[in-house]
């Protein structure tokens, strides 16, 4: 897949058009900004699988989560580079925005 940077007009247009109706949340990193589908969006069974995964399991269930849930794919190769310490941040900054952009809709 080409780099966001390497995305035509017309590529771009259609990521924006399919993500249009879409909760999206930006987070903070220290390689930019990154766009994730918020986890308002995340589907029930997904969450299911996390919550009922035995504690060691859990990160691993949180980044499949993430991979899926970035707006651009390529985002991930960055991102699964980073220390964990850093990925919490970027989980916490990922879900407070999600609790954020939740209240604003009510």
Known sequence: M???KDLTKRQQMMIDKAFKDVE???VST???K???ISLEEVPMMQM???MRAPHEERMFHMMD???VCLIDPTDWDKISSL?????NVIIQS????SEQHNKDEE
């Open 24 to 26: 999206t949340v930006s």
């Open 48 to 50: 299911k699988r996390f």
């Open 30 to 32: 220290d390689f930019g």
């Open 34 to 36: 990154i766009r994730l």
């Open 65 to 67: 989560f993430m991979k």
């Open 94 to 97: 990922w879900m407070a925005g």
């Open 83 to 87: 220390p964990i310490k850093k990925f």
């Open 2 to 4: 080409a780099e966001k």
